[in-house]
């Protein structure tokens, strides 16, 4: 209790405390919970997600454009990260091992110092190549000296290869080539895909595939849908044949036809009708067909007609109807699969004129292009988000300024600006309270070599760099930016270091996951005892409590949060009731509103909406990271999404004191799974929010075992059926809405002023004076 006196003391003189001990009468076996007016923090945001990656598979699926890999057959563009272990006038010598670059591979690459003894510099790369089990490269003469520790971005546009992102196939010699000359007028792109196949006996195949993850399916082709492409005839035969089947046994072909093209470009719009439902699992494929002939391809895209007429986003209307279901109040672009390697301009770029960027240092190819940040800026208008973007870590001064005009809407910036609901243009700075632009993903994980800078100061410097030129370019939207660095949640202490370099900016994020490791299962109490005690320990004592104290009055944001269960020994069976689970969802908001209550955390980020699963390097399947099981076929939310969704109903205005006396349930957790201990653990806790005369309550029961009766008081709460009520319901805490709905959410109005409150249970009432 001592201990435990003095953490919620340490909190309260930070002015972030709410919960308060409740006095020692508790006979009656009820806890009393009485909301004041005292604003514990001010202008709270809601709850919010990561958007996830784009992918041709489960609930990655996100686009309207279902052939969205490399729709407008361009090339690829390469921009890496390294560092120079050696220097000197024209050397930088990387010594990680594993890089796959072959020799030439940057050869006229450009260049420029990102921090180090030569910060500024730029020019070309002469020569490069592996050496000694690193990596060389030459660089032109002139300017300072290559320093040991110097940072360098590193880019190279590499054309050609129209085919990536597809499966091709030819017979009798046929070939798929680059076309960078004869371009359709129309076009936006740079390159078009050249198809040459009229010899005797040639043919050549293009496919694509989408819906492909064996055993499942996350999407239905369902009601009226469009195939558009531009293509014109060289030789022989002016046939294209178009066919679009889900492969499955007995299936037929939703579209399967011979298009007939002339001799000048020109844009098809193919439409038809599909009526598969997907009780059999299979891929849908696309083809593009020829047999003696030669021609051009290009911009390709299908997609669903006559959907949501309301939805003018790039994005499915089952997408945008899940996120305006969950209504975060961010929304964060990572894009780290396509998008940390793009230049600013290919962000900005039209989908179809968007090159394939990579920036990894274990692969030399990129088959995908990324989201880019009109259409993310687009989604964020549709569904009531502040954008979070995440810019590329090697981005230019230049680059960062193009980013700041064209978000302020500075003239001549393309589509610099928004379509306004009464025929205006306003900047995107003005169409949002605040934008959020971080300098990099995890830029000290080695996942992302590449696209990393792991000495905190010198991202730092960096980062000022990049900040100064944003300022500078929007001038007053300036005032709109929430400059953000981030840091490793698990590494605390370099902060300081970070913090001391990077003067300029606004927000400090971290990842605080819970649940790393699984180890015990035999019964509830370890397998979901240490979940719900993890937030508390986390928050009173844990990286939490340590990165808040790190941060050095910094805004603190959390850039994604979720369970983590990638290690330990938990069979697959025990991990799929363990981590989609009505327990997980119940710690997760919970966890995240501690956050904002005890350290005044105001922006925080689940991971992610998209993502059914992930394969461990015990290559056991967790059902992690996606709040969504998918969006189009069941509709099934993950017990997270539910409870982020719930909790977002009652976060308005000003998080408020909630006052508690009465019976205080605790326990104390022994150690478990991830290390989690904790003396004095409390089973319910209370979060309340205010708007004007409009107010928001959570109510937790992290208890697994036992129901608690709760009174409630508050400005307003005195009216017989004016309070709603909503409950998150499940029959345990291992219940989950994998296979069918275990975990819902259950609407009610409040009778008198006494609640019960199941076991592992979050509880959200709303009402107005």
Not at 153 to 180: H, I, T, Y
Not at 293 to 322: I, P
Not at 421 to 443: D, Q, S, V
Not at 479 to 490: I, K, P, S
Request: charged share 20%.
């Amino acid at each position: 209790m001592a201990n435990m006196r003095v953490a919620i003391a340490a909190l309260m003189a930070l002015g972030a405390a709410l919960w308060l001990r409740p006095v020692e009468s508790a006979s009656d076996g009820i806890t009393h919970f009485r909301v004041t007016d005292q604003v514990v923090l001010a202008g709270v945001t809601r709850l919010g997600i990561n958007l996830g990656d784009q992918d041709y598979y489960d609930s990655g699926q996100m686009l309207r454009n279902l052939l969205f890999r490399n729709p407008g057959f361009e090339g690829m563009s390469y921009r890496s990260i390294v560092r120079c272990r050696q220097g000197g006038a024209s050397r930088c010598f990387d010594s990680r091992p594993g890089v796959v670059w072959k020799a030439g591979w940057w050869d006229g690459a450009s260049f420029e110092v990102l921090d180090g003894a030569a910060a500024g510099r730029r020019g070309k790369v002469t020569v490069s190549g592996p050496e000694a089990g690193g990596y060389a490269l030459t660089l032109d003469a002139g300017g300072k000296a290559i320093g040991a520790g110097d940072w360098l971005a590193v880019s190279k546009d590499f054309p050609g290869d129209p085919v990536a992102g597809w499966w091709p196939a030819v017979s009798g010699g046929a070939q798929f080539k680059a076309e960078r000359a004869d371009l359709s007028p129309h076009t936006q792109g740079r390159q078009a895909l050249r198809i040459e196949a009229a010899g005797a006996g040639q043919s050549a195949q293009l496919k694509s595939y989408f819906d492909s993850t064996e055993g499942f399916t996350f999407l239905r082709m369902r009601g009226r849908f469009r195939l558009s492409f531009r293509a014109k005839s060289l030789a022989g035969s002016k046939t294209l044949h178009v066919r679009v089947v889900r492969l499955v046994p007995h299936a037929a072909a939703a579209l399967d036809l011979d298009v007939q093209l002339t001799g000048a470009w020109a844009d098809y719009h193919l439409d038809f009708a599909a009526s598969d439902d997907a009780a059999t699992p299979g891929p849908v494929e696309a083809s593009f067909a020829v047999s003696g002939a030669s021609l051009l391809l290009d911009d390709v895209d299908l997609e669903q007609t006559g959907g949501d007429a309301a939805n003018q986003t790039a994005f499915r209307d089952e997408v945008v109807a899940a996120l305006r279901e969950l209504h975060p109040g961010v929304l964060r672009l990572m894009s780290s699969h396509a998008g940390l390697g793009a230049t600013v301009d290919n962000l900005l770029a039209p989908p179809l004129a968007r090159q394939r960027p990579a920036y990894s240092v274990w692969t030399d190819t990129m088959e995908d292009v990324p989201i880019g940040i009109p259409e993310f800026l687009e989604l964020c208008r549709e569904v009531g988000a502040e954008p979070w973007i995440v810019a590329p870590t090697a981005m230019s001064a230049e680059e960062a300024r193009k980013l700041g005009e064209y978000l302020a809407g500075a003239p001549g910036t393309p589509g610099g600006s928004l379509r306004a609901a009464a025929g205006r243009r306003e900047p995107w700075t003005r169409a949002f309270k605040t934008i959020h632009i971080e300098l990099g993903n995890e830029t000290w994980n080695g996942i992302f070599q590449g696209e990393t800078i792991d000495d905190e100061a010198a991202y730092g410097r960096r980062s000022n760099v990049v900040f100064a030129a944003l300022r500078a370019a929007a001038g007053a939207d300036a005032a709109h930016f929430d400059l953000v660095v981030g840091t490793q949640a698990a590494n605390p202490g370099r902060n300081r270091d970070l913090l001391a370099a990077a003067t300029t900016a606004n927000s400090l994020a971290f990842a605080p996951y819970l649940m790393h490791s699984v180890t015990q299962w035999g019964t509830d109490d370890e397998l979901y005892g240490p979940l719900m005690a993890q937030p508390e320990q986390m928050s009173r004592e844990g990286i939490v409590a340590a990165t808040a104290a790190s941060a050095g009055g910094r805004q603190l944001a959390v850039y994604e949060v979720n369970l983590h269960t990638t290690e330990g020994n938990a069979p697959a069976a025990v991990l799929d009731r363990f981590t989609p689970s009505a327990a997980a969802g119940v710690a997760v908001a919970g966890h995240m509103l501690r956050m904002m209550r005890d350290h005044g955390v105001r922006d925080q980020m689940v991971f992610a909406l998209s993502q059914f699963r992930f394969r461990r390097q015990d290559g056991a399947f967790v059902k992690l990271w996606g709040a969504v099981i998918d969006m189009g076929v069941t509709d099934r939310r993950r017990p997270q999404f539910l409870a982020e969704s719930l909790a977002n109903r009652a976060i308005m205005g000003n998080l408020v004191r909630v006052e508690v006396t009465g019976a205080d349930p605790r326990r104390d957790q022994p150690a478990g799974n991830d290390g989690v201990r904790l003396s004095g653990a409390h089973d319910l806790d209370a979060y309340a929010f205010a708007d004007g005369k409009a107010h928001g309550l959570i109510l937790f029961n992290y208890g697994l075992h036992e129901a608690r009766r709760v009174s409630l008081e508050g400005a307003g709460l005195g009216a017989a059926g004016s309070v709603n009520v909503s409950r998150l319901m499940s029959s345990g805490p291992g219940a989950s809405n994998e296979t069918s709905a275990e975990v819902t959410v259950v609407e009610d109005k409040l009778a008198g002023r006494e609640l019960v409150l199941a076991p592992c249970s979050m509880t959200v009432l709303r009402w107005s004076e």
